[in-house]
């Protein structure tokens, strides 16, 4: 007997009528030049126009409208390198709670900058030394807040999940759909969303090289724990998949694809000029696996999310600056 999932269709098409007025539909965009580099008819759903620039805005709102008044009160947490910080701080504000959220000391000024901007308190810590996830429990819990997890939650996940439902109604069927993986809830609720409406579609999971636990965890059937990885890609520096999404994963995922943080900045540059987009790393690594070749299978019809945009001037153009002779 097959076990139900932990977040079913109906969740993500719940999480729609909830966010309906509240996220933005984000742009879907096309390129001849892509299509031409790729070999594939491409379409782009332009997540770094979502509010506070990344996908991670469904997720977290969706988690925190659920919360009963009197949970909602009392205020919540969260812990994240950045993205989930700004959307957690961002939708608890919007319901009128208080939110403190746990970020590393080394995450990008401009998020912690944003984070604090939307009205929450942040708190450091030491993302190579210390356990975030313990960390977040004991400070909720001496707070008496409630916890947000930026991806190892239903409604999170379900939340997240809508961007691919968003993305297939004006596309139709894909044979493939690219995600970016960090703790795995963006590929969980595509996976969710894309497998219900398509179910021959391939989903491919996106990590950067030296961050590579999902991939190592699908392959080996258990979650496997790596150190936390020294990557561009921030927002995908985690040691371990989460445990409901990897099991959601575990299920629909296809496959998962790797790539180096020089053809990240290659697929920035790319979305830069061609595209007229900007991506921080971890939002252009869908982009980056298949313009460097790195999707399996040789999609024809393909969509991919780039899930976000938070990157300040200066680390972009270093960035971008660094890698001048890349094409």
Sequence with gaps: MVMPLPVSFDDVREAVGRLAGVVRRTPVLTSRTLNALTGAEVFVKCENFQRVGAFKFRGAYNAVSRLAPERLARGVAAYSSGNH???TALAARELGATAVILMPADAPASKVAATAGYGAE????DRYTEDRTALGRALAE???LTLIPPYDHPHVIAGQGTAALELLSE???LDTLVVPVGGGGLMAGSAIAAKALHPAIRVIGVEPEEGDDTKRSLESGRRVTIPVPRTIADGQALATPGEITFAVNQRLADAVALVGDEEIVVAMRFAFERLKIVLEPSGATALAALMAGRVPGAPRRVGLIAS????????FTELIGAHTGQR
């Design 142 to 144: 001496d707070r008496g």
């Design 171 to 173: 596309t139709g069927e």
């Design 85 to 87: 910080a700004q959307a």
């Design 308 to 315: 976000g945009g938070n990157i300040d001037t200066r680390r």
């Design 122 to 125: 942040v708190v450091t810590y």
